[in-house]
């Protein structure tokens, strides 16, 4: 099998990358390396799958790179490549989104016209729902996205149907609920509180600590994606949650147990676009990819504070720029 991933260095697509690779599966990787974050970090992300004898890597930018050609060599494509982030989609910088989130889904959904992809398995978000009248929520429900982020996600799953109408392209949708684990991305929450208590700073909390949203550890998130890729029916969405509907008090609660830190909390008014409770219904991809989420939080929590632990402890984090000087490390295109 071959297999192409892209925003392959990020969170859940280096994770990806690496499971593909363990898995027997040869693997084309593209990223664009945008500067949502350090360029260093999605580096170390990419660890050691660039070394791989099966993983070539490709850096581009998918609203311009001509993709047709490779999509004549795959069977599968994991189409991870995003804009991330709520709070950073309102005002000027939506350009980025609509570029990163639309328009280079576009180009790769063209590409795979007539192209013979199995399965091309599109990254969707919970956002695409907003304050949802039914928790859990099914795939069912109307999407009313409270974001700019949300609005780009949803045109994307709607250009993948369009698609597949039109065009017979094998779409899978997988509607994520707030991933995290190790390699979370710097502004996440997650990995913002752990950070804050192993440096003993406040940590900020946006409204009242009561809202509450289904974490999906990486690892299932990973597993999702596999299981859509082998069984996935085309044109079909799906909701990949945690199977746990859990408070931001309580999360905080269950760090500083963990982490034994005393919490140091500062309530701040709430931001323009987050939902107020998320909770995936996942009896579809339960009944139709097997999908069973099996990592706890607890347990998710143990393997990301170990990572972030790690990190904050690396010579890169010290002085980034070592990366770029270290020749070993440095990211090259590898794929003609």
């Known amino acids: 099998m071959r297999a192409l991933v892209t925003g392959a ?9 690496e499971r593909l690779l363990e898995q027997g599966v040869e693997v084309i990787a593209i990223d ?5 974050y350090p360029r260093w970090m999605k580096e170390l992300n990419l660890g050691s799958s660039l070394g791989h004898p099966r993983c070539s890597f490709i850096e581009g930018d998918l609203a311009e790179l001509d993709v047709s050609p490779i999509l004549q060599e795959v069977d599968w494509v994991f189409h991870q490549a995003a804009q991330a982030g709520v709070r950073t989609s309102w005002g000027p910088a939506f350009e980025g989104y609509i570029r990163n989130n639309v328009l280079a889904t576009q180009r790769l959904l063209e590409a795979a016209r007539g192209s013979s992809v199995r399965k091309l398995i599109y990254a969707s978000s919970s956002s695409v729902y907003g304050d949802a009248d039914t928790l859990p929520t099914p795939e069912t429900a109307l999407p009313r996205p409270l974001s700019p982020y949300g609005v780009t996600k949803l045109t994307g799953e709607h250009l993948c149907l369009l698609y597949r109408r039109q065009f017979q392209v094998p779409v899978v949708i997988l509607r994520y609920f707030t991933a995290y684990g190790p390699r979370q991305r710097p502004d996440m929450a997650f990995r913002i509180f752990i950070e804050s208590l192993l440096m ?19 690892d299932d998130v990973i597993a999702a994606n596999l299981l859509a890729a082998e069984r996935g029916r085309a044109g079909r969405v799906y909701n990949i949650g945690g199977g746990a509907e859990v408070t931001l008090t309580e999360v905080i609660r269950k760090l500083g147990t963990l982490m034994r830190q005393e919490i140091r909390a500062s309530y701040q008014r709430s931001t ?9 219904d996942i009896a579809l991809a339960r009944k139709e990819l097997g999908y069973r989420p099996k990592v706890s939080l607890a347990e998710g929590l143990i ?3 170990r990572w972030v632990r790690d990190l904050i402890d690396s010579p890169f984090a010290a002085e980034p720029s070592a990366m770029v000087a ?9 794929w003609r």
Do not use: C, K, M, W
């Open 9 to 17: 260095a990020g969170f859940i697509g280096s994770h990806l990358t």
């Open 32 to 36: 664009s390396f945008t500067s949502a």
């Open 200 to 218: 003993g700073q406040t940590i900020d909390i946006y409204g009242d600590g009561e809202v509450s949203r289904d974490f999906t550890y990486v």
């Open 272 to 280: 323009a676009g987050d939902a107020r409770h998320t909770a995936a």
């Open 303 to 305: 393997q990301q504070i």
């Open 326 to 334: 270290n020749p070993s490390r440095q990211v090259r295109t590898v």
